[in-house]
């Protein structure tokens, strides 16, 4: 009976330090798990130390006088030689656009162009500024990051087919909703306006380039010139170097909106065209569209397109 009892009292033993073993360690991967989940939030979030260079930079200028800024012609350009004594065109440039400065002359400037043109354009052709350049975000935290909401004030942009929904009431909610999923998870956002008011396109800009931010982004919808003649959202870009950015941004989007995707395309747009930092410009769908309007309007969207706006993000921090 001794035996028996004392047999008894050993399986109570090992039992209890068998399950005190068990707790411990459960406990320990606990805390290892939580350890490795905040390494990771921490490594996409924390801020890295960056750095800055100043650059010279040129800006396209045409005397206001010698072009009409409703309609396009060959007045908008200038054109870019090959010598300094100007007897081969090797290609034009937009006024307002930036290029490379690498040297000047009395009477001209040489230039660099974002798609590989080198040659001279006049003086009188380029304004010279030295600007500063911020080095690639390693973080969503390092990212600095412009909103504009297109449009507002007397611009209402476009209507939807019955004149009821304005592009200016969309673009703001669409912005706002954009910025606080951004700034939740770190993202240095600011924006051009945050209520119902009339700016012009170069003070856009200038909002934008006096933040000096990594991205600038505005946010638009469209119209077609027949209702139901066109769907979909469209990612514009002006400079070549940042069509990778805008196919990025497209991938994502049509992961996470219920809109078909028309890709990334080149747009000679104002607020793209006049900015040397990454800039892009993106349609959210066709106001005039009976299937885009329904979706537009729909509960959810501003947040579906902030999510994959964040997505694209991550990606490109990701591969800095």
Do not use: C
């Not at 068990?22 to 979030?45: D, N, P």
């Not at 982004?217 to 209702?227: A, E, M, R, W």
């Not at 070549?240 to 809109?259: F, G, K, N, R, W």
Request: charged share 20%; hydrophobic share 35%; proline share 2%.
């Amino acid at each position: 009976m001794k035996k028996a009892k004392l047999f008894t009292a050993l399986i109570l033993v090992i039992a209890v330090t068998v399950l005190l073993v068990v707790k411990t360690r459960h406990a320990s991967e606990g805390e290892q798990s939580e350890e490795a989940t905040e390494t990771t939030t921490s490594s996409l979030t924390e801020t890295t130390t960056r750095t800055q260079q100043k650059i010279k930079k040129v800006q396209i200028y045409v005397d206001p006088s010698l072009y009409d800024a409703t309609v396009e012609s060959e007045s908008d350009y200038v054109q870019l030689y090959q010598t300094t004594d100007m007897t081969t065109v090797v290609g034009e440039v937009h006024r307002g656009s930036w290029v490379e400065y690498l040297s000047q002359t009395a009477d001209l400037i040489q230039i660099k162009t974002d798609d590989g043109l080198t040659g001279y354009i006049p003086q009188a052709n380029g304004e010279i500024s030295e600007v500063t350049i911020n080095d690639a975000p390693k973080t969503l935290s390092d990212l600095k990051i412009v909103l504009d909401a297109g449009h507002g004030g007397s611009d209402s942009g476009a209507l939807s087919t019955d004149g009821t929904i304005m592009e200016k009431d969309l673009t703001l909610q669409t912005v706002l909703t954009i910025g606080q999923t951004l700034s939740d998870v770190g993202v240095q956002v600011s924006y051009t306006r945050q209520e119902d008011q009339y700016l012009a396109l170069a003070d856009i800009t200038a909002i934008s380039l006096d933040a000096e931010p990594d991205l600038f982004l505005s946010i638009h919808y469209d119209n077609y010139n027949v209702p139901n003649g066109n769907q979909g959202f469209t990612v514009y870009y002006y400079y070549p170097s940042y069509e990778t950015i805008a196919t990025t941004i497209a991938d994502q989007l049509v992961s996470h909106v219920d809109l078909v995707s028309n890709g990334s395309r080149f747009g000679n747009y104002f607020v793209i065209r006049e900015q040397y930092v990454p800039a892009i410009l993106i349609e959210l769908g066709y106001l005039n569209s009976d299937h885009d309007l329904q979706v537009i309007t729909s509960d959810g969207y501003a947040a579906q397109v902030a999510t994959g706006l964040l997505a694209a993000l991550k990606e490109m921090v990701a591969a800095n």
